[in-house]
């Protein structure tokens, strides 16, 4: 473990905004200033375990959604503040999901949470298209927001369980109820292919079709019916073995009437990685199989494991002995994950200079971490509601970035909840094409620009982004260049070549350099501000 044995002891404000960028959404100048003078593993560890005070966050759940659209709604009601209609009234309706989690990007006080949810969704990317029903999904990436720093095989097994996963993967259409049928194996192979050890990576055919058997029967049944006339809309869902035994709900709108459930489950025995299980009760049906690819294939996984995060969060092309070295970091661990990420950003190695900006940032996060930048802070958008004429907090309004025509994630390469297959999104120089960094150009407007969406019912003037430009600058401004380097400590882009950064400012602050909160001046640090946005050392994390 050589790679990660020495470990920072001090750090600068830079070290502490690459800490943030990699393991959230950015953190600003004058906040990486105060962390900087605690010591880093303190301030790691209180990250990493998200020990940050939730109250206030979701106390504002009720407020979160500012969305409501110009011309539209039938009343004043409507224009009030509300939360995300995350409801399966309207199951499939991605726009919302994908609001409601930006949000909480954007304003949660404890970010690791929802930058590790981000990357296990990517892991074990399952998506809304085949699902259908949106409050499965959150509730998947809820498991990866509350349970991704746990034991690795404890998330392995509860996403294996998870209603979500199992129609994504067809582990629903796994069913054996007689003599002939065979396990349905989707699952079963992709759970080693692409979520355990990686292709052909210490497993057989002959494994996945042993494994098949131990999941076989797994389902769930709907729960938290919002309509009760009709037992197929429903908010939540229960794991459960149709295995022939006594019906535990007997009241339940799909179960009722059943004395007994369904057999649908194979008796016998399965043979994975040379050790044989009992399919019933011996093996707790079938769910001990999964610690059982940790305990025979454990170097296989950890090594799997390790080249995800180290191109998740530190490099595109880690060194062979960076790569073994995690993978024995891991195990050391016994798979704490949340033991694993703090190891690996207290160590030198993480905030090495080639390891700066070395990563192209996914469209989600690159997209908050600059509404971040450019916005006021929770505190500060809860704090508006006061002055603001209909009450709304001053929050992104997320719901019509992500709808927008002309952009959202959909556009820019990674539609959130909803990847085109199993193996995800492809990461770093996989983000851009010309036509996804075209749509990057189009959010940086809406962003550095603060694109307004109308007037709302009331005549007010709403922004997608509203951004206070003034509140950018703590002090005035003594000359463009100042304005320049104030800029690019917000946004941080990777280092702007001084030929670059001169000619936007000629072009922009041509003549006498006179600082002012005028409309013109806005406009000159709003456009400023895009170019930075739309440069690709901008995309650079």
Aim: a negative charge.
């Amino acid at each position: 473990m050589a790679t990660f044995d020495t470990q920072k002891t001090s750090w600068t404000a830079d070290d502490v905004q690459h800490f943030a960028r990699r393991a959230g959404f950015g953190t600003g100048p004058e906040k990486a200033a105060q962390l900087a003078v605690q010591s880093p593993a303190a301030v790691i560890g209180a990250w990493v375990d998200g020990t940050a005070s939730m109250t206030a966050f979701e106390a504002a759940l009720p407020v979160a959604d500012v969305v409501d659209l110009p011309g539209y709604g039938s009343g004043a009601d409507e224009w009030a503040p509300h939360p995300f209609h995350l409801s399966v009234q309207d199951p499939g309706y991605i726009a919302t999901g994908q609001a409601y989690w930006a949000w909480r990007m954007q304003y949660s006080p404890n970010p690791f949470r929802e930058k590790l949810a981000l990357f296990w969704h990517n892991f074990f990317a399952t998506g809304l298209k085949k699902v259908e029903v949106l409050p499965l999904m959150l509730k998947q990436i809820d498991l990866f927001r509350t349970r991704g720093t746990g034991p690795f095989g404890d998330l392995l097994l509860r996403v294996s369980q998870d209603a979500a996963m199992m129609i994504w993967l067809d582990t629903v259409q796994n069913k054996v109820e007689k003599a002939g049928d065979i396990p349905n194996e989707n699952y079963a192979r992709e759970v080693l292919e692409l979520y355990a050890l990686g292709i052909d990576n210490g497993y057989s055919q002959k494994d996945i079709t042993e494994l098949a058997k131990a999941f076989t029967g797994w389902d769930y049944i709907g729960r938290d019916f919002p309509d009760p006339e009709n037992p197929y809309y429903y908010n939540d869902a229960e794991f459960i073995v149709y295995r022939g035994q006594a019906n535990p709900y007997p009241d339940h709108p799909w179960l009722h009437g059943y004395t007994n459930l369904p057999n649908q489950r194979m008796t016998g025995t399965f043979t994975l990685f040379g050790v044989t299980l009992d399919l019933g009760a011996g093996s707790h049906f079938g769910a001990d199989a999964i610690q059982l690819i940790l305990n025979q294939r454990g170097p296989n996984c950890a090594e799997f494991l390790a080249k995800r995060i180290l191109l998740g969060f530190v490099t595109p092309e880690p060194t062979a002995a960076a790569l073994q070295d995690l993978k024995a970091l891991i195990l050391a661990n016994q798979f704490r994950m949340g033991d694993v990420f703090k190891a690996l950003f207290n160590s030198a190695y993480f905030f090495a200079p080639e390891h700066r900006f070395a990563l192209v940032e996914g469209p989600t996060a690159w997209t908050v971490r600059a509404a971040r930048a450019t916005m006021t802070d929770f505190t500060g958008a809860m704090a508006a509601r006061a002055t603001d004429p209909t009450g709304l907090p001053r929050f992104a309004a997320w719901f019509e970035f992500v709808g927008w025509d002309a952009s959202g994630f959909f556009a820019m390469g990674q539609n959130l909840l909803d990847p085109k297959g199993p193996n995800g999104w492809k990461e770093h120089g996989g983000w851009l094409n010309a036509d996804t960094y075209r749509h990057r150009t189009r959010a940086a407007w809406a962003i550095a620009g603060a694109e307004g969406r109308g007037d709302d019912h009331t005549g007010h003037e709403r922004f997608i982004f509203d951004s206070d430009w003034k509140a950018w600058f703590p002090s005035a401004p003594a000359t463009a260049v100042a304005v320049f380097d104030r800029l690019t400590a917000l946004l941080q882009p990777a280092p702007i070549p001084a030929a670059l950064r001169d000619a936007w400012l000629a072009r922009l602050f041509s003549g006498t350099f006179a600082w002012s909160t005028t409309p013109a001046m806005e406009a000159k640090v709003r456009r400023l501000a895009f170019l930075i946005l739309c440069s690709p050392e901008a995309m650079q994390h």
